[in-house]
């Protein structure tokens, strides 16, 4: 195993991955509540020192939280109802609207809110739209044309949508005016709740780790606000995906479909995209796992018109001029390198070169004896 610098060891802790969607909830999947905060209650009774969860943002029909309709954005699924109904409504109005679907109650919730008289409160919900709009405003217009255009793809919507053009934006502005503003809601309540669950545990001494997919979702509202930044063509297409390659686990490995960035378009921009994702996740979390760190060297590059991930190859991209673009800005980056796979020399010296730590898997640990670094006691 590799030396390390006494200045750079820590303490060892140990902690838990429990996406938030498998707590107890009232709805089909686990949300922010009492049940949330009851889970960190035994992380701290249980010596833990680290949640980790799964990404956090609004999913498609699959379900996937690594394929999410935002880089940004939190999932509706996750706000706490009881917590909905114990903020906004009264005692004697709660029952009206405690059978209501997760949606109509957010809907019914946002009614509620714009007829309240309250100014901190709209102060508040004010300062959030404003100090999220470099990605809230683009998000709620992509959440507004997909239920306009039946949860379609956006490379399927009409061409003058489909293109983003100011003119088609600021019609969905006008004739859309109140159901932009309940999407903007719904995600000011996201963050608020999310908010309470995360100082709950930094209170007690819990720290979360949260999980950043390295590429986005081709229907994301990143994407279709930002082509500039993808390897699309004319229409919106991706003209290559990302994958990985053949190996022990796969003859035809991976072809995972992610649109690819345009590492040119995203150096010459300053690398302002990652930096603005960063800055959000640090509004989020305390740590942060970056899924598929390999791909910051170099990328499996598949066309797009392929069926398999065999025919790709491997393509440079300039991971470490922006690492040294974000230390610049951020300092320390506490970051955690999803770093399994395919792993060369150069994906090390540059996960080295950033201090970040890597993974070893525990299960490969007990097949042989004491020197073998998948053990917990070798791991560096």
């Known amino acids: 195993m590799d030396s390390v610098d006494p200045s750079l060891q820590v303490r060892r802790e140990a902690g838990i991955l429990l996406h938030p969607t498998s707590l107890p909830g009232s709805g089909d999947c686990g949300e922010f509540g009492e049940n949330a905060l009851r889970f ?25 939280p ?26 004697g ?76 934006m600021e019609e969905v502005r006008l004739s859309e005016a109140h159901a932009l503003s309940c999407f903007r809601f719904e995600q000011f309540l996201f963050f608020s709740h999310w908010k309470r669950v995360k100082d709950y545990a930094n209170e007690r001494g819990i720290r979360i780790l949260g999980d950043m997919p390295i590429f986005v979702s081709h229907d994301s509202a990143d994407v279709w606000a930002c082509r500039d930044a993808f ?39 300053g690398f302002h995209w990652w930096h603005r994702r960063i800055a959000h996740k640090w509004c989020l979390f305390d740590l942060l796992r970056i899924d598929h760190f390999r791909g910051f060297e170099a990328c499996w590059e598949v066309p797009a018109h392929e069926q398999t991930a065999i025919n790709g190859r491997w393509v440079k991209v300039p991971g470490d001029e922006m690492f040294a673009s974000l230390a610049t800005r951020f300092g ?49």
């Open 40 to 64: 960190i209650d035994f992380l701290v009774d249980a010596g833990q020192k680290l949640w980790q969860v799964l990404p956090l943002g609004p999913v498609h029909e699959d379900r996937s």
């Open 66 to 91: 690594y394929q999410s309709l935002s880089a940004f954005a939190g999932s509706a699924d996750l706000i706490g109802r009881e917590w909905l109904l114990q903020q906004w409504w009264p005692e």
């Open 93 to 168: 109005e709660r029952d009206a609207v405690a059978s209501l679907s997760k949606d109509d109650l957010l809907e019914q919730t946002y009614e509620r809110f714009s007829t309240l008289r309250d100014d901190t409160l709209h102060r508040e919900f004010g300062t959030f739209c404003r100090e999220h709009a470099h990605w809230l405003e683009d998000y709620v217009l992509f959440r507004v044309l997909k239920w306009r255009f039946s949860q379609r793809a956006w490379v399927e919507w009409p061409q003058r949508y489909r293109d983003h053009l100011p003119e088609a």
């Open 231 to 269: 390897e699309l063509d004319e229409t919106g297409q991706a003209t290559v995906v990302a994958g990985v390659p053949p190996d022990y686990f796969s003859e035809t490995g991976q072809r995972w479909g992610n649109p690819l960035y345009d590492w040119d378009w995203m150096e010459a921009d």
């Open 332 to 380: 320390t980056l506490p970051i955690i390198a999803e770093d399994l796979g395919v792993i060369t020399d150069e994906v090390r010296a540059l996960r080295k070169k950033y201090g970040f730590p890597g993974m070893l898997i525990l299960q490969f640990a007990f097949d042989s004896g004491p020197d073998n670094p998948y053990l917990p006691h070798n791991h560096t």
